[in-house]
C-alpha cells in the first residue's frame, strides 16, 4: 500500500513539474520533458526549439529554474538538460500551440487542420491524428467538431504508447476549442503490423 502511494504521489508530481514548465518555458518552444528519479539525482530533460533561452546569460535562467524545483517542488538534487528540439512539424504539442494561436487569430479552422496535418504527414509521420472541438464558428453557432486522420494509429493495447500526444484548449472570442494531436513518429516499429507510406486525400494535398 505504501509502494502503490508513493507512486501515486510521484506521478502526481511529475504532472506538476510538466505543467509548470510548459508555461514557464513557453516563449522556448516547450514541447516535452522527460523525469527520470534516480537514487541520487532527480534528471529532467527539457525538449524545446530555442535552447537558449532556457539557459539564460552565464546559465542564470536554468540555475534559476534549478531553485524553484527544489523550493516549489522539493526535488533533491534536480539536474537539468536541456535538448533542442529537431524536427517542430513532429511535435504534438507544438502543432497543437501553433493551431490553438491560429485559432484565437481567427483563421478557418477546417483550411488550419488540413494545412496543419498535411505538414506532419510530409514530414514523415507514420500517422496523425488532429482533433478540433467547441465553438469552431461564429458567434451563436453550435459547438461541433472536426476530426481528421491519417495514416495508422492504434487505439488500444500496449502499442498505444508508442503514440506522441498533446492536449491544449484555445480561447478565440467565440468560445473555448479543445484541441487533440497525436503522432506517430517515423521510424516507430508495430508488433503486429508493418506501416506502408501513407498517400494523402486529394484535399489534404491541396492544403496551403
Known amino acids: 500500500m505504501v509502494s502503490e502511494k508513493k507512486f501515486i504521489e510521484d506521478a502526481t508530481v511529475k504532472l506538476r513539474i510538466s505543467r509548470y514548465l510548459e508555461k514557464a518555458l513557453n516563449r522556448a518552444g516547450f514541447s516535452r520533458v522527460i523525469i527520470q528519479k534516480t537514487p541520487m539525482i532527480t534528471r529532467i530533460v527539457v525538449y524545446v526549439t530555442n535552447p537558449g ?25 534536480p539536474q537539468i538538460s536541456v535538448s ?50 467547441g465553438k469552431l464558428a461564429a458567434k451563436g453557432a453550435k459547438a461541433r467538431q472536426i476530426k481528421l486522420r491519417l495514416g495508422y494509429l492504434p487505439k488500444s493495447g500496449d ?36 506501416i506502408r ?3 494523402l486525400p486529394r484535399n489534404i494535398a491541396a492544403a496551403k
Open 197 to 199: 507510406e501513407i498517400e
Open 159 to 194: 502499442s498505444t504508447k508508442l503514440v506522441d500526444e498533446a492536449k491544449i484548449t484555445a480561447y478565440p472570442k467565440y468560445g473555448a476549442i479543445g484541441i487533440v494531436v497525436r503522432i506517430v513518429q517515423p521510424g516507430t516499429k508495430f508488433p503486429d503490423r508493418e
Open 84 to 133: 533542442e528540439i529537431e524536427n517542430p512539424k513532429l511535435e504534438p504539442r507544438l502543432i497543437a500551440k501553433y493551431i490553438s494561436d491560429s485559432l484565437e487569430r481567427g483563421i478557418n479552422a477546417r483550411r488550419l487542420l488540413h494545412s496543419a496535418i498535411k505538414d506532419v504527414m510530409i514530414n514523415g509521420a507514420l500517422g496523425a491524428e488532429i482533433i478540433a472541438s
Open 53 to 77: 533561452r532556457v539557459i539564460g546569460r552565464g546559465g542564470q535562467t536554468i540555475n534559476d529554474l534549478t531553485e524553484t524545483l527544489k523550493n516549489k517542488f522539493h526535488i533533491e538534487n
